[in-house]
Nanobody, 122 residues
Framework: QVRLVESGGGLVQAGGSLRLSCAAS????????MGWFRQAPGKEREFVSA????????YNADSVKGRFAISRDDAKNTVYLQMNGLKPEDTAVYYC???????????????WGQGTQVTVSS
């Protein structure tokens, strides 16, 4: 059974930082792309960042470029999202996902975690 568990969310003031982690179990994901999405109340789920299976290519949404960075540690079956310069508009539930290729569409991902709440106060 595939399982993704996010952690690292919380409450932070604007300008602060958080690092989200997503631990995968049930299979080895070293040959899969991994991504982060977020969903704010009343809004659709949106792409944040993704990394390819090699870990050499990443892609970030325009809204987080220069502030967020994705990385992966295949030895730990874990993907990270370092978030710096957080803004109130970053407040959302953040989800990690796994899929066969780096993509910005949620439909391209096969497995999803339950999400972790990130709240940024002004």
């Amino acid at each position: 059974q595939v399982r993704l568990v996010e952690s690292g969310g919380g409450l932070v003031q604007a300008g602060g930082s958080l690092r989200l982690s997503c631990a995968a179990s049930g299979r080895t994901f070293s040959s899969y792309a991994m991504g982060w999405f977020r969903q704010a109340p009343g809004k659709e789920r949106e792409f944040v960042s993704a990394i390819d299976w090699i870990g050499s290519k990443t892609y970030n949404a325009d809204s987080v470029k220069g502030r967020f960075a994705i990385s992966r540690d295949d030895a730990k079956n874990t993907v990270y999202l370092q978030m710096n310069g957080l803004k109130p508009e970053d407040t959302a539930v953040y989800y990690c996902a796994v899929g066969p290729r780096l993509a910005v569409s949620a439909y391209e991902y096969d497995y999803w975690g339950q999400g972790t709440q990130v709240t940024v106060s002004s």
